[in-house]
């Protein structure tokens, strides 16, 4: 169990002084919480949005760490099954991060003032698009969901991919699939959206160095 939680400490850190910089910022600046969307005000979006990223990554840490150290799920379900049951729940979870970001950025919108933001904004989209090129021909969706956790024994014959994007950096999904989530509170010029974005960007990367670093490690050595 010690394996299981270890470093999580760490992420729940990161997620209250996060968190805690968002509230100081709004406190500073309180047109950030201008605007509505379905009668919702941009607060209920942007704690929705907050919501988003914590929930999917408490979800990846909870199947990724009790498969690998315990196998509690392939045990109960088989290997297949679960690791199919568990990608039916990352991909809402993930979509979400999104979703939510978006209807923020609408209901938000206007509130900063960006030259050609549609353009900027397409300019983030690029190297979102060019990640899930690179996913689809060189790198597969298993591995990007994570089926080390599930097949570590098999997983360790992976070849390194170089190729796509991956030749630029290891770690393209972080470093520049989660510049999409930028590109609505850029076009819509949403302050609170870019905020939001930000935050999403600086967390997964607390996922990166307390929960799959470590399993890397104890996956690949």
């Given at each position: ?103 923020l950025a609408v209901a938000n919108h206007g509130t900063l003032d960006i030259p050609y933001s549609f353009w900027i904004g397409i300019l983030f989209l690029i190297p979102a698009a060019y990640l899930g090129y690179s996913v689809v021909n060189y790198f597969g969706f298993d591995r990007a969901y994570g089926i080390d956790h ?72």
């Amino acid at each position: 169990m010690r394996e299981i939680y270890k470093y999580q400490i760490w992420q729940l850190l990161t997620a209250i002084i996060l968190i805690s910089v968002i509230c100081a910022f709004i406190n500073k600046h309180s047109t950030i919480l201008d605007g509505t969307l379905w009668s919702l005000k941009t607060l209920v979006w942007l704690v929705l949005a907050i919501l988003a990223p914590i929930i999917h990554q408490l979800y990846v840490w909870a199947i990724w760490r009790f498969e690998l150290y315990r196998q509690t799920y392939s045990k109960k379900y088989g290997t297949e099954l679960a690791f199919k049951m568990y990608k039916n729940g990352f991909t809402p979870l993930i979509l979400a991060r999104l979703i939510t970001i978006i209807f923020l950025a609408v209901a938000n919108h206007g509130t900063l003032d960006i030259p050609y933001s549609f353009w900027i904004g397409i300019l983030f989209l690029i190297p979102a698009a060019y990640l899930g090129y690179s996913v689809v021909n060189y790198f597969g969706f298993d591995r990007a969901y994570g089926i080390d956790h599930f097949k570590p024994e098999e997983a360790r014959s992976y070849e390194i991919v170089r190729k796509g994007i991956f030749k630029f950096t290891s770690n393209g999904m972080y470093m520049f699939g989660f510049l999409l989530l930028y590109a609505p509170g850029i076009m819509l010029e949403s302050s609170a959206a870019i905020l939001i974005a930000l935050f999403n960007h600086i967390f997964i990367w607390a996922h990166y160095y307390f929960t799959e670093l470590p399993d890397m490690k104890k996956i690949y050595g």
